[in-house]
């Protein structure tokens, strides 16, 4: 799971006359060329602080991401749907795994990322924050959320940084599952009863506006990320990413009979683009800053799990075992 | 704490409600690295890392984080300390042009497993392996044989008694992987039922 826009705020690109002219570019004529950075390269600083930045975060929204899902495992309908979320959260953890571990190659260790998202330092995707009370909220997490982190992960997936590519390759071979079964579980409560029916549609009211958030302020308040672009960090603007969502899914949600709780919401056929009631940016930015329904919770659940686990560690602790960085 | 969560209901009680309080330091666990064998008879290749207190650990949590689906036959880690990397190239360069020749030498010699990276952005991937006393003499004898045809980016050399193999018992491990079809996006066709829903609504 990953939301854009949280990432980049307030970047100060002072630092960029500092490096070295030749070596950087090198650099930049590497990425225009198509190829990849790897850990051993030299990279200028404001490159390897946003990435660290952005794949933390993206890690981060993996792990939180797996709450709101994960607390619906034991109360799935039946036994197929319990071991198809199983899988996904599991999917969702592994992801935070692959993500981390490519973050480190950058050098930010992962216990320090972990320190930071405790604290509250370190940001993770807006939506998570958001509860659900039904079974409905949680097909629509399954489907449209981890459909919007696909069209995200996809575009991040031809960046420029080698450890990161290759970590959302295989993320991205397993979304394809989440997307389906999403889907699955979505068409299954379309076609069934009224109360069915209305339960999703409940459930669509209540996440679409946090769903408009997840790709980030809209490009005429968001700052200018135009290095961030060039050194292919950040692949396209947010209103680009929330576009290419509505153009994928709004058909299939409108398809299946649900409304969009938005009069505005429209395509308009001059320009192509998706048109929409403006989203609520001042609750994005308080929910963000920490005043959403869960933002506590979320928190508190991973310091618990990590207080609940030191025994473990503590128990494992080898001093023959050091902690390095990864190669690639 | 109140929650919708019942597993978060169930969570000890929080002393001070709105504190979060930072993390005691604590140990990192040692880095190692995974490599995976997709297939019978392919090369194994470089697929990320695992941390973990000790090499068997790191092999049942590389297991669990690295071959859950997708076809597997086989796995092994190794510390990340273990492995001896090359200098990074790029464009005509190749990385053996900066191994100095192999000079014999008379000291005891075991096996290393060499790696190459033949294009930029990929993985790493298991070449052969070649006997040497060290893994810089193990980097120069791999020159004279498999450095050949393709520019070769990045040369990795590991000792292979350091390598935490897969033992032909356990080679069983990943019989079942093609049966774990809830996995796998190809068990949630929704299609017919899409299609029974749509004429109906027509
Ligand atoms: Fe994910
Ligand atoms: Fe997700
Ligand atoms: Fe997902």
């Known amino acids: 799971m990953y939301g854009g826009g949280n990432t980049f705020e307030g970047i100060k690109t002072d630092s960029i006359q500092q490096e070295d002219p030749k070596r950087l570019a090198e650099f930049e004529s590497r990425i225009d060329r198509g190829e990849k950075i790897e850990p051993s390269d030299w990279m200028p600083a404001l490159y390897r602080k946003q990435l660290i930045r952005m794949i933390e975060q993206h890690a981060h929204s993996e792990i939180i991401g797996a709450l709101p899902e994960g607390t619906w495992i034991t109360r799935a309908p039946g036994f197929k749907r319990k071991m198809a979320l199983m ?32 604290s509250g330092k370190s940001k993770y995707s807006n939506v998570f924050n958001y509860p659900t009370y039904t079974w409905a909220d949680c097909c629509f997490i399954s489907w449209l959320v981890d459909a919007g982190a696909i069209v995200n992960q996809l575009a991040n997936a031809k960046g420029s940084y080698g450890p990161y590519c290759r970590a959302l390759d295989r993320i991205c071979a397993e979304e394809s599952f989440h997307l389906k079964y999403g889907h699955h579980c979505v068409i299954h409560l379309a076609s069934g009863t009224q109360i069915q029916k209305d339960m999703f549609q409940e459930a669509l009211n209540r996440w679409w506006p946090p769903m408009m958030h997840f790709f980030g302020p809209s490009d005429k308040i968001s700052i200018h990320t135009d290095v961030l672009m060039r050194w292919k960090v950040k692949m396209g603007t947010n209103d680009d990413m929330r576009n290419q969502f509505l153009d994928m899914y709004v058909p299939k949600i409108w398809e299946l009979g649900f409304t969009i709780p938005d009069p505005k919401l429209g395509k308009n056929p001059e320009t192509g683009r998706w048109e929409y009631t403006e989203p609520d940016w001042e609750e994005f930015k308080r929910v963000i800053n920490g005043d959403g329904p869960c933002n506590k919770e979320r928190l508190e659940v991973r310091r618990i799990a990590e207080e609940r686990g030191r025994w473990v560690r503590e128990a494992l602790k080898s001093p023959q075992a050091v902690y390095v960085v990864p190669l690639a | 704490m109140n929650s919708l969560d019942p597993r978060v209901i169930r969570l000890p009680k929080i002393e001070q409600e709105d504190i979060i309080s930072p993390k005691i330091p604590l140990d990192q666990f040692g880095t190692f690295e995974v490599f995976v064998e997709p297939k019978e008879g392919k090369p194994f290749q470089h697929e990320g890392i695992v941390h973990a207190p000790n090499l068997e650990m790191a092999y049942i949590l590389a297991k669990e984080a690295f071959t859950r689906r997708f076809t597997c036959t086989s796995l092994y880690v190794v510390d990340t300390r273990e492995v001896y990397v090359s200098p990074m190239t790029e464009g005509e360069n190749n990385a053996y042009e900066l191994i100095p020749d192999a000079k014999e030498s008379l000291n ?24 040497a006393s060290n893994p810089t003499e193990a980097m120069a004898i791999a020159k004279t044989i498999y450095n050949k045809g393709k520019t070769v980016f990045n040369i990795w050399a590991i000792q292979s008694d350091k390598i935490r193999f897969t033992t032909q018992e356990e080679k069983d491990l990943w019989v079942t992987l093609p049966e774990k079809k809830f996995r796998d996006a190809s068990d949630y066709k929704g299609g017919s039922k899409l299609k029974a829903f749509l004429e109906k609504e027509k």
């Open chain 1, 87 to 118: 899988a996904k959260v599991q999917d969702e953890v592994g992801h935070a795994q692959l993500l981390y571990s490519a973050a480190e190659t950058l050098g930010k260790s992962r216990e320090k990322m972990i320190d930071d998202l405790i």
């Open chain 2, 108 to 131: 005891e010699k075991t096996t290393f497993e060499i790696y190459h990276l033949i294009k930029r952005g990929k993985q790493h991937v298991h070449q052969g392996h070649v006997a």
